[in-house]
């Protein structure tokens, strides 16, 4: 082994030491320096300031962290201008502007030295950079780069430091599914790598996601496994902080009595390692109590959570010491102490309203009520709950009356159109409705709306609704003054699908007779609504996801990146979760376009909205084309409510504007329905045979013409579009040719 090699692998070996634990490197920082006396200064340097920012000493770390940067600056040494300025970045964290300059200079030295583990460490730091500023779209961006460019595990450090944090974006996410997926991944390096320190982590991790999932018994297991290893292992902190989650864990499954021998060994071992900061200790006594009061030991519950209202009022943490406040009246009605329990309550009352802590004040009123109650003061406790639900009718007035003057407005922002005629043409466009699928859709809408950079994917059957809800987000958002630009990917030619998208220079291609901006660029600080997404060429999709990440656009025939701000909302009417099981639609992309999701119901699971939509569109018409309204009867809208609407409330919208067009009658009843539209009302058993009957006759099509869907559509005399819609409803795709072609590939 050479003399480099010898080097490397020595300071390997030392940051190893210091990355298990810290505190006793630093103990024995002298004696590392004899055992590896043929690392130099800066080697020992950086390995000192890595172990003080570890534990917290910023204010230690940096000034040899500068000295670090004038020694590398001197011979250009890029591991230790990149690392030393990303723990610089570290010790900055109160102030985000500079530890933002240290981060972006760490990833110019990355690239500048063409070093991809040096460029994941940078991208890695950015990545947790971007969590804590709470963007966990950009946070996760970063760290899935990360993973791509350590396709070989080349540093496992790195590696699974990321997918821990990935694993993190997911739980906050609520995406438990990828959180473990992550988790294992990192788990099976971990083991491969024999890294005991990132086993015990990443155990303790899982325990907590199976936790939230209530797999209590495989998450028991996984803290067992942690603590057993803590203990090995010599790390006391970690293995005090096994011992609570074991005993939060017990407290969720309702095992007090585990909990409690969990508790007491937490508790035993925190003063034997001399662990005492009063966070853990408010957070170990509430636990106790919870634990004795499911028990049935009031008295001793009452004891600790007088102890943990001392730790929260020492530690200043207004919201703990009401909600402690709130656990304790109810210990003490319990135990039929009313009055203790009633002066407790008044005394939170005071301290939440002082504070605005409105959820709190109701609970706080909720909890007195029922005081009221046990002490049979029957009028105080009905004055009571009247107030409350007031309060509580009060806000949800509120609510409704923000629904109800919800309106969406699609203008055209290339129209000449006056904007009375505009304001005309857009009543077409609302959502409306009073079901609670609708309801849900509208309250989805709206707080999705007020996240103004996040990205989302509607779904639901064509003539849902999809691209009006799209219009209806953008219109509640901060981008509302910046353009909603739609754009129907379906009816884009894959050859032309790079220039509509990032457009093109003058002369990049014939018929590119001047320079044009894509949609992206055109979308730029307002909304970007990619209907049918699914539709984008496999083969495209690359291209569109990287543009995703990096938030730049390269226009065909250009060299130069253009940076854009958009919001992304996709739509599909297809089954994509299947598209990308079957690898017709990237997992990447699909998480990318997805962060959240909006389904939309079909009409026929809504029947009861189908009324409010005649009227809607009835005063559509009228107001627009200046026809008379007409009466309607109650056979009518009985007999629409009978009929499944494939065509969704687009179909009805037809319906509508053909009856004024062709029915001749002022009162619509059910007859003049039939007369004009001949509806085919089908039973549930007709239309299951109708759709089991057309899945048949679409597959033996595809077989026959060996997948090539055009050929298959013309034969059963359907457009392309019909058949693409159909093939995905019906989870045909692995006849089609596409899907054929992948196979072989992959083989």
């Given at each position: 082994?050479?003399?480099?090699?010898?080097?490397?692998e020595?300071?390997k070996?030392?940051?190893?030491?210091?990355?298990?634990?810290?505190?006793?490197?630093l103990?024995k920082?002298?004696?590392?320096?004899?055992?590896?006396?043929?690392?130099?200064?800066?080697?020992?340097?950086?390995?000192?300031?890595?172990?003080?920012?570890?534990?917290?000493?910023?204010?230690?770390?940096?000034?040899?962290?500068?000295?670090?940067?004038?020694?590398?600056?001197?011979?250009?040494?890029?591991?230790?201008?990149?690392?030393?300025?990303?723990?610089?970045?570290?010790c900055?964290r109160?102030?985000?502007q500079?530890?933002?300059?240290?981060?972006?200079?760490?990833?110019?030295?990355?690239?500048e030295?063409?070093?991809?583990?040096?460029?994941?460490?940078?991208?890695?730091?950015?990545?947790?950079?971007y969590?804590?500023?709470?963007?966990?779209?950009l946070?996760?961006?970063?760290?899935?780069?990360?993973?791509?460019?350590?396709?070989?595990?080349?540093?496992s450090h790195?590696?699974?430091?990321?997918?821990?944090?990935?694993?993190?974006?997911?739980?906050?996410a609520?995406?438990?599914?990828?959180?473990?997926?992550?988790?294992?991944?990192g788990m099976?390096?971990?083991?491969?790598?024999?890294?005991?320190?990132y086993?015990?982590?990443?155990?303790?991790?899982?325990?907590?996601?199976?936790?939230?999932?209530?797999?209590?018994?495989?998450?028991?297991?996984?803290?067992?496994?942690?603590?057993?290893?803590?203990?090995?292992?010599?790390?006391?902190?970690?293995?005090?902080?096994?011992?609570?989650?074991?005993?939060?864990l017990?407290?969720k499954?309702k095992?007090?009595?585990?909990?409690?021998?969990?508790?007491?060994?937490c508790?035993?071992?925190?003063?034997?390692?001399?662990?005492?900061?009063?966070?853990?200790?408010?957070?170990?006594?509430?636990n106790?109590?919870?634990?004795?009061?499911l028990?049935?030991?009031?008295?001793?519950?009452?004891?600790?959570?007088?102890?943990?209202t001392?730790?929260?009022?020492?530690?200043?943490?207004?919201?703990?010491?009401?909600?402690?406040y709130?656990?304790?009246?109810?210990?003490?009605?319990?135990?039929?102490?009313?009055?203790k329990?009633?002066?407790?309550?008044?005394?939170?009352?005071?301290?939440?309203?002082k504070?605005?802590?409105?959820?709190?004040?109701?609970v706080?009123?909720?909890?007195?009520?029922?005081?009221?109650?046990?002490?049979?003061?029957?009028?105080?406790?009905f004055?009571?709950?009247?107030?409350?639900?007031?309060?509580l009718r009060?806000?949800?007035t509120?609510l409704?009356?923000?629904?109800?003057?919800?309106?969406?407005?699609?203008?055209?922002?290339?129209?000449?159109?006056?904007?009375?005629?505009?304001?005309?043409?857009?009543?077409?466009?609302?959502?409306?409705?009073?079901?609670?699928?609708?309801?849900?859709?509208?309250?989805?809408a709206?707080?999705?709306?007020?996240?103004?950079?996040?990205?989302?994917?509607?779904?639901?059957?064509?003539?849902?609704?999809?691209e009006?809800?799209?219009?209806?987000?953008?219109?509640?958002?901060?981008?509302?003054?910046?353009?909603f630009?739609?754009?129907?990917?379906?009816a884009?030619?894959?050859?032309?699908?790079?220039?509509?998208?990032f457009?093109?220079?003058?002369?990049?291609?014939?018929?590119?007779?001047?320079?044009?901006?894509?949609?992206?660029?055109?979308?730029?600080k307002?909304?970007?609504?990619?209907?049918?997404?699914?539709?984008?060429?496999?083969?495209?999709?690359?291209?569109?996801?990287?543009?995703?990440?990096s938030?730049?656009?390269?226009?065909?025939?250009?060299?130069?990146?253009?940076s854009?701000?958009?919001?992304?909302?996709?739509?599909?009417n297809?089954?994509?979760?299947?598209?990308?099981?079957?690898?017709?639609?990237?997992?990447?992309?699909?998480?990318?376009?997805?962060t959240?999701?909006?389904?939309?119901?079909?009409?026929?699971d809504?029947k009861?909205d189908?009324?409010?939509?005649?009227?809607?569109?009835?005063?559509?018409f009228?107001?627009d084309?200046?026809?008379?309204e007409?009466?309607?009867?109650s056979?009518?809208?009985?007999?629409?409510?009978?009929?499944?609407?494939?065509?969704?409330?687009?179909?009805?919208?037809?319906?509508?504007?053909?009856?004024?067009?062709?029915?001749?009658?002022?009162?619509w009843?059910?007859?003049?329905?039939?007369?004009?539209?001949?509806l085919?009302?089908?039973?549930?058993?007709?239309?299951?045979?109708?759709?089991s009957?057309e899945?048949?006759?679409?597959?033996?099509?595809?077989?026959?013409?060996?997948?090539?869907?055009?050929?298959?559509?013309?034969?059963?005399?359907?457009?392309n579009?019909?058949?693409?819609?159909?093939?995905?409803?019906?989870?045909l795709?692995?006849?089609?040719?596409?899907?054929?072609?992948?196979?072989?590939?992959?083989?």
């Amino acid at each position: 082994m050479n003399d480099t090699k010898i080097v490397e692998e020595n300071f390997k070996s030392l940051r190893n030491a210091c990355h298990s634990n810290p505190v006793e490197y630093l103990k024995k920082a002298q004696n590392y320096r004899k055992k590896y006396a043929g690392l130099n200064k800066i080697h020992f340097l950086f390995v000192d300031a890595y172990a003080y920012s570890k534990i917290g000493r910023f204010d230690l770390a940096e000034p040899i962290l500068t000295e670090i940067l004038s020694l590398a600056l001197q011979d250009k040494n890029f591991f230790f201008l990149v690392h030393g300025n990303l723990l610089l970045s570290l010790c900055y964290r109160k102030d985000l502007q500079k530890a933002k300059i240290f981060l972006e200079t760490a990833e110019e030295y990355a690239r500048e030295a063409q070093d991809t583990l040096l460029l994941a460490a940078s991208l890695a730091y950015l990545g947790d950079y971007y969590f804590m500023q709470n963007n966990f779209d950009l946070s996760e961006n970063f760290h899935l780069q990360v993973q791509s460019l350590l396709v070989k595990d080349e540093d496992s450090h790195i590696k699974l430091q990321s997918l821990l944090s990935l694993a993190n974006t997911s739980i906050v996410a609520k995406k438990y599914k990828n959180a473990l997926i992550y988790l294992f991944k990192g788990m099976e390096i971990s083991e491969r790598e024999n890294n005991q320190h990132y086993s015990l982590t990443i155990k303790t991790n899982l325990a907590k996601v199976l936790m939230d999932l209530k797999r209590y018994a495989e998450g028991e297991k996984f803290l067992l496994d942690a603590r057993e290893l803590s203990h090995n292992l010599g790390l006391g902190i970690q293995e005090i902080q096994v011992l609570f989650s074991l005993a939060v864990l017990n407290l969720k499954n309702k095992s007090p009595q585990k909990a409690l021998t969990n508790l007491d060994n937490c508790h035993a071992l925190s003063l034997e390692k001399k662990f005492d900061p009063p966070e853990f200790y408010m957070d170990l006594y509430n636990n106790y109590a919870i634990a004795h009061a499911l028990n049935g030991d009031f008295d001793q519950a009452i004891t600790f959570l007088d102890k943990a209202t001392a730790c929260a009022i020492d530690i200043g943490d207004k919201i703990a010491e009401q909600e402690i406040y709130l656990n304790l009246a109810k210990m003490l009605m319990n135990v039929r102490q009313f009055d203790k329990a009633e002066a407790l309550l008044f005394r939170s009352l005071k301290s939440s309203k002082k504070y605005k802590l409105h959820e709190h004040i109701l609970v706080a009123k909720e909890i007195l009520a029922k005081l009221y109650l046990s002490k049979k003061d029957y009028a105080k406790s009905f004055n009571l709950m009247q107030k409350i639900h007031s309060e509580l009718r009060k806000e949800i007035t509120q609510l409704k009356d923000e629904y109800n003057r919800i309106e969406v407005q699609n203008f055209d922002l290339n129209s000449n159109n006056k904007p009375q005629e505009q304001a005309n043409s857009t009543l077409n466009k609302a959502f409306v409705g009073i079901s609670e699928a609708t309801r849900k859709v509208l309250h989805d809408a709206m707080l999705v709306a007020k996240q103004a950079n996040v990205n989302v994917l509607i779904r639901g059957e064509s003539g849902t609704g999809k691209e009006v809800v799209a219009n209806l987000i953008h219109k509640n958002s901060l981008r509302k003054d910046y353009p909603f630009v739609p754009i129907n990917a379906a009816a884009i030619s894959s050859s032309l699908m790079e220039s509509e998208l990032f457009g093109h220079k003058k002369g990049s291609y014939t018929g590119a007779i001047s320079n044009e901006k894509g949609i992206f660029l055109k979308a730029h600080k307002g909304t970007l609504f990619i209907d049918e997404i699914t539709e984008i060429p496999i083969e495209f999709q690359a291209k569109l996801l990287r543009v995703l990440e990096s938030k730049k656009v390269i226009p065909v025939g250009s060299s130069n990146e253009i940076s854009f701000d958009t919001r992304i909302i996709s739509s599909t009417n297809r089954s994509i979760n299947d598209m990308v099981a079957n690898d017709l639609f990237r997992l990447d992309l699909f998480y990318r376009i997805n962060t959240i999701e909006i389904i939309l119901p079909p009409l026929r699971d809504r029947k009861e909205d189908i009324p409010i939509l005649v009227e809607h569109f009835v005063k559509m018409f009228c107001n627009d084309c200046r026809w008379n309204e007409p009466n309607i009867d109650s056979t009518f809208i009985q007999h629409l409510q009978e009929y499944s609407f494939p065509g969704n409330i687009r179909e009805l919208k037809n319906i509508i504007e053909k009856l004024f067009i062709l029915g001749k009658s002022s009162t619509w009843d059910a007859k003049l329905l039939d007369k004009i539209c001949n509806l085919e009302i089908k039973s549930n058993k007709s239309e299951k045979h109708e759709e089991s009957s057309e899945k048949d006759r679409i597959t033996q099509a595809l077989i026959r013409f060996k997948g090539i869907r055009r050929d298959a559509a013309r034969f059963l005399d359907m457009s392309n579009s019909t058949m693409t819609r159909r093939i995905g409803k019906y989870n045909l795709e692995a006849f089609t040719r596409i899907h054929q072609a992948k196979k072989v590939t992959k083989k």
